[in-house]
């Protein structure tokens, strides 16, 4: 069950309008655009709620193991992100992400962590802090796009920005024609030690003026290959009632994380 806490922080490094949700429908992009044309019309897709809740279904592969586990997953916007993972209705692991910290528990480990986002950014390869998890959840770009350096293209009917900074890190998104919904986002860090995060976004659906994933596909490549499909199979907005409670049980062992 170990593996299983690699997976629950894989999702962070993310109906009661149901009459509304339709997928959205994308475009090839065939007419080249600048680098300010994409940002624009990327940061245009407004992300309209105070909280939300999503309930997925989830599964892993890596190292040579594979699990299958489902994920209750609460946004409070800009504030925190709360995760709980159970398998077959038995809770196993929660996890809450504010803009200080990254805290979790394992309940089959009786193990908890309690630390900043270092831990994080080693795993996935990529210096990540709130926004970056809150918007790989989300279907936006980890990055701040309008403060980055980036060159424009077309790659198989997408668009592409592709930027690099200092120490070998290489960065590369992909944006569908029709509203520049994010396909794809990969961080690549060379060197000694070589890393390697690809978020893939198989599709969107519309929630009044809020598009959303209908899941996400990551892959983190360090010295080992770890896989993460999740599917979103309900979203609810703006719960009065929407709890985020985090108590470490009695008994956990508090770890540390190299």
Request: aromatic share 10%; proline share 3%.
């Amino acid at each position: 069950m170990k593996k299983i806490t690699v997976a629950l922080l894989l999702t962070l490094a993310l109906v009661s309008c149901k009459s509304k949700q339709g997928l959205i429908a994308e475009k090839n992009a065939n007419t080249e655009k600048s680098v300010k044309e994409i940002v624009k019309g990327h940061n245009e897709n407004p992300l309209d709620f105070n909280n939300l809740q999503i309930r997925a279904s989830a599964s892993y592969k890596g190292g040579g193991e594979s699990y299958s586990f489902s994920l209750d997953i609460r946004v409070k916007k800009d504030e925190m992100i709360w995760v709980n993972a159970s398998v077959l209705g038995y809770p196993v692991a929660k996890a809450l992400v504010t803009p200080e910290k990254v805290s979790y528990y394992v309940n089959t480990q009786k193990e908890y962590f309690e630390g900043d986002y270092e831990m994080l950014s080693q795993w996935l390869g990529t210096d990540l802090d709130y926004n970056k998890v809150q918007n790989m959840l989300l279907g936006r770009a980890m990055d701040n796009l309008a403060e980055g350096k980036y060159k424009a293209g077309l790659q198989d009917g997408l668009y592409s920005l592709d930027g690099k900074e200092d120490y070998d890190i290489f960065k590369h998104f992909l944006f569908e024609g029709a509203n520049f919904l994010l396909k794809q986002q990969v961080i690549e860090q060379g060197g000694y030690e070589p890393q390697k995060l690809t978020v893939n976004y198989p599709g969107y659906k519309e929630y009044g003026k809020t598009i959303l994933p209908t899941g996400l596909q990551a892959e983190a490549q360090k010295e080992d290959s770890v896989n993460v499909d999740i599917e979103y199979n309900n979203i609810t907005f703006d719960k009065e009632d929407l709890r985020f409670t985090f108590n470490v049980p009695s008994g956990m062992k508090r770890i540390n994380i190299e």
